[in-house]
């Protein structure tokens, strides 16, 4: 699919493993690779790091050719470490100074963008070329995060099929179960809901802490239960609740011809009638492998059908890093992002 870039919104989803991506050029073409960047050739395997960002760029129908009626959609982009090079070749025409790697997953229910927004990481892919009608892209398919030390599909089993463990003790509200998968005290950067305001996150939780406000836990932590896991394939599915109301999804929603100041401006038809509506976020809770550990989170996302801002959707309040110790599950901390 060719996509257009249209605007930038900063991001931090979609599903570690193998997805493919799209790479956004904007310098000037050229026969000879520079010396102050890395040179490739296309279908070369290539490794290139960088922090994970969000753009905006027009979909279907026209991909930018009709943007009043066209799709906006949100990519992860990849900011380079240092400038990357091409030479031209039979598969496509030589790119220079390349700072930019927009990737596209095929599938976002891992939400990896979501969870790695503002994150550096390490991915290895194959790059190829296609031309567009405006700027260049360039394709990194088959792409991995390389930068961690990454669990093999028996530890990725084992761990699943302890998260589904963890995910019935909290759904029966069972204290013990759930704390058996805490070593306390429990590392906690981030919002913690039943203090005052005002007071100062001690940074930890105690074992006593967090017997005491059970039921708060449990609550803030339910979305998790309904993330559904895949033992075969090894996957995990997000678990989302539309913004919009079960008649509202039903409509048809085109973007409107608005500025960049309301740009998630939306309308839907009745007759020859526009009916505008602002973009909706909806509530997301999802998982994925990250070198390592399992990475879970919870928080709100833009609505697939009628996105709201990336700034004020994109938030992950609660982000629980599960780790293997001695072949055990057990949460290593609690973050936030967005």
Request: overall charge negative.
């Amino acid at each position: 699919m060719q996509i257009k870039l249209q605007r930038v919104d900063f991001n931090i989803m979609h599903r570690h493993g193998l997805i493919s991506a799209l790479v956004m050029l904007s310098g000037i073409s050229l026969s000879v690779c520079a010396d102050d960047g890395d040179c490739f050739h296309y279908n070369d395997v290539v490794t290139l790091s960088g922090v994970v960002q969000s753009q905006t760029f027009f979909g279907p129908p026209g991909y930018g050719e009709t943007p009043d009626i066209d799709r906006r959609d949100v990519q992860d982009v990849l900011l380079l470490d240092e400038p990357i090079y091409t030479t031209a070749s039979s598969e496509g025409g030589a790119e220079s100074n390349e700072t930019e790697i927009t990737l596209e997953a095929q599938s976002r229910e891992g939400n990896v963008s979501q969870m790695l927004a503002g994150k550096h990481i390490t991915v290895t892919g194959l790059i190829q070329h296609t031309p567009i009608a405006e700027g260049t892209n360039l394709i990194l398919s088959s792409y991995q995060i390389t930068n961690n030390v990454s669990l093999n599909d028996t530890q990725k089993r084992d761990a699943l099929t302890q998260f589904k463990r963890f995910q019935q003790a909290l759904k029966n509200g069972d204290v013990a179960g759930v704390k058996s998968f805490i070593t306390f005290p429990l590392k906690w950067d981030t919002e913690i809901p039943w203090l005052k305001e005002g007071t100062p996150a001690p940074g930890e939780i105690t074992d006593e802490d967090f017997t005491q406000h059970f039921p708060d836990i449990v609550q803030l932590l339910n979305p998790i239960t309904h993330i559904e896991t895949d033992l075969q394939r090894l996957t995990l599915k997000e678990y989302r609740i539309s913004g919009l109301s079960a008649e509202a999804q039903k409509k048809e929603y085109y973007p409107a011809d608005n500025d960049d100041e309301d740009n998630d401006l939306y309308y839907y038809l009745e007759g020859d009638q526009k009916h505008f509506v602002k973009g909706v976020c909806d509530k997301v809770s999802g998982a994925f492998f990250s070198g390592d550990s399992l990475q879970v989170m919870i928080g709100t996302s833009p609505n697939k059908q009628v996105p709201g801002l990336y700034e004020v959707c994109d938030y992950q309040p609660y982000i629980l890093s599960f780790g293997l110790t001695q072949n055990q599950l057990k949460i290593l901390d609690v973050s936030g992002a967005g």
